[in-house]
């Protein structure tokens, strides 16, 4: 510490009930005091205070502090393409990565989320359960190769089925005590081959609703229909993006992880 300094720290911490859990707000204020040089004092002071403050809140209010959460993820002949020079499942890796790397920060100890996907193509292509480790998933959405025709109605029922199942619940229980918050990530960059698929999947994603899902959904460099599904199954219009380039598409994972991995701490300044 520089000669002259003199620290004055103040910490305050205030429980404060939200949906019928604690978030505890941190404060912490610190008044430094520097003795001035002689040089300074000519201006007439022989002291200067500096006042740095650090707000944090942390803790579980009602569901949230842990969550359940699937992907389905578009694996069809049109990922395949270039978009900005870059092949389109490409992309979508690193925006995936991105999303994972927010969960694995604010869940370091593997114990408030679990998480896996599905990818599909004209049909279910493959899927990796839902588990602690995100690794896995990433591990899974690496492998992944762009071919195929497109229906997201078996995917999207997958991704359903998985984190409505009551063993979902049990697991979260044994693990922390908590009824986690279920999330499912849709995403396509073309058309379901069929009407009926748009049909069927948009009946899954109203169950899903009912259920308390909450569906975020992105549409990549997607054509008008492929949106209006996207549009339609997204639980509001915040939960819906538009991505028309890779930048894009890499932002709009990084939102979703951020708004869903807000389960242990939330850095408010």
């Keep these: ?18 949906n019928n859990g604690i978030v505890w707000k941190v404060s912490i204020s610190m008044v430094g005091t520097q003795t001035l040089t002689p040089m300074a004092r000519m201006l ?11 707000k944090a809140e942390s803790g579980q209010a009602g569901s949230q502090g842990s969550f359940s959460m699937a992907l389905v993820l578009d694996q069809s002949g049109s990922m395949g ?32 989320t679990r998480i896996g996907g599905a990818s599909y ?33 078996d995917a999207f029922n997958w991704a359903f089925q998985s984190v409505t199942a009551l063993s979902e619940d049990q697991l979260h229980e044994q693990m922390s005590g908590q009824t986690p918050t279920k999330f499912i990530v849709f995403m396509t960059d073309g058309d379901n081959n069929y009407t009926s698929a748009d049909t ?40 819906f993006f538009d991505a028309q380039n890779s930048s894009d598409l890499i932002s709009a994972f990084e939102n979703i992880g951020q708004q869903t991995a807000e389960v242990v701490s939330r850095l408010t300044q």
């Design 44 to 54: 007439g002071k022989t002291e200067q205070a500096v006042n740095v403050v650090g």
């Design 81 to 112: 393409w270039t978009l900005g020079g870059v092949q389109k499942i490409s992309v979508l890796k690193s925006a995936v990565r991105g999303l994972v790397d927010q969960i694995k920060a604010a869940d370091p100890k593997r114990k408030y």
């Design 121 to 153: 193509a004209s049909s279910l292509k493959g899927k990796q359960k839902l588990n602690w480790n995100p690794n896995k998933l990433m591990g899974f959405v690496n492998g992944v190769t762009a071919d195929g025709g497109t229906d997201s109605t």
């Design 200 to 239: 069927s999947t948009m009946k899954l994603c109203d169950a899903a609703k009912q259920k308390g899902v909450e569906i975020y959904s992105v549409a990549f460099a997607a054509p008008t229909r492929g949106k209006a599904l996207l549009s339609y199954c997204a639980s509001s219009s915040d939960k």
């Design 1 to 18: 510490m520089a000669r002259g300094w003199v620290i004055t720290p103040t910490v305050t911490v205030l429980p404060v009930t939200v």
